[in-house]
């Protein structure tokens, strides 16, 4: 354990990460230095964590991009970080984006607000009709995978892979996505796209009472004591809200977006809720 007066932070991020219109590396830079205002900080690349974590109290995981392009070294740190008791932010127990994307399907056929989703060719007809459909590696990422098929060819392609390892959902004509930020729970701030072929063109949003409620059920689902969580949805031709993605491991946060007041408001609460997770 540390020894100094001030709790030690492994922050995981990949700062070379090459995401598409953003840059990851500039949040990170921003919240660590905040985050030394309180603690102190190392970053480390998320295929070292596991080899460093050791000499920390506490690990932050960020913008480390996702998982598949490093799962081997994900898992070890995972186990180790169990084994050693460290304490993770977020921690390994989310039930979204962390466990892979099984929980679409899960929330889909317990008829939450999601966008309808299955994955085995024996289900199909439980889709609504659609033009296309979306077929997607369940532990895919960034679009990694992600192709559009014909309602002719849907079959055939879901059962080529009958394990069970893709998910198959309708492809949805909606106005604009929308995502909700929450730090243990508590609602932060919300962001939208506008204009659905620029999805990181980023405006920040507010949110109604039911949008709030929609977001909350989702967090509240998860179950996550401690942590940063980021729920996506779209907003159909209907006025629904949609259930796109629930991100609780490292969810990117478009800090740049926001005004001071609300990024302030972020980093001062981000601060209490590590605090928090490490007594």
Request: glycine residues 6%.
């Amino acid at each position: 354990m540390h020894a100094g007066p001030r709790p030690s932070i492994l922050f995981v991020t990949d700062l070379a990460y090459p995401a598409r219109g953003r840059r990851y590396c500039d949040e990170d830079i921003f919240l660590t230095s905040r985050l030394r205002e309180e603690f102190d900080v190392a970053l480390c690349h998320p295929r070292d964590a596991a080899a460093l974590l050791d000499g920390f109290d506490a690990v932050v995981v960020r913008n480390s991009g996702p998982v598949l392009h490093y799962q081997e070294a994900y898992d070890a740190f995972c186990a180790r970080a169990r084994e050693r008791k460290v304490p993770v932010y977020n921690p390994l127990t989310g039930r979204g984006d962390m466990a892979g994307k099984q929980y679409l399907v899960d929330l889909s056929a317990a008829k939450y607000p999601v966008i309808a989703t299955v994955d085995r060719a024996g289900d199909l007809g439980l889709l609504p009709g659609a033009a296309e459909y979306v077929i997607k590696p369940k532990l895919g990422a960034d679009s990694v995978g992600l192709r559009f098929v014909t309602p002719d060819a849907l079959a055939a392609e879901v059962g080529a892979e009958p394990d069970g390892s893709v998910l198959v959902q309708p492809r949805i004509d909606f106005r604009y996505e929308v995502s909700f930020f929450f730090i243990d729970r508590d609602f932060q701030y919300a962001l939208y796209a506008p204009h659905p072929e620029q999805r990181w063109v980023l405006e920040p949003y507010e949110p109604t009472t039911a949008d709030l409620a929609f977001a909350r059920r989702f967090v509240e689902w998860n179950d996550l004591a401690h942590g940063i969580q980021r729920v996506d949805a779209c907003r159909t031709a209907d006025g629904d809200l949609l259930l796109v993605e629930l991100e609780d491991l490292n969810p990117y946060l478009s800090l740049d977006r926001v005004t001071d007041e609300v990024r302030e408001a972020f980093v001062a609460r981000m601060k209490t809720s590590v605090r928090a997770l490490l007594h």
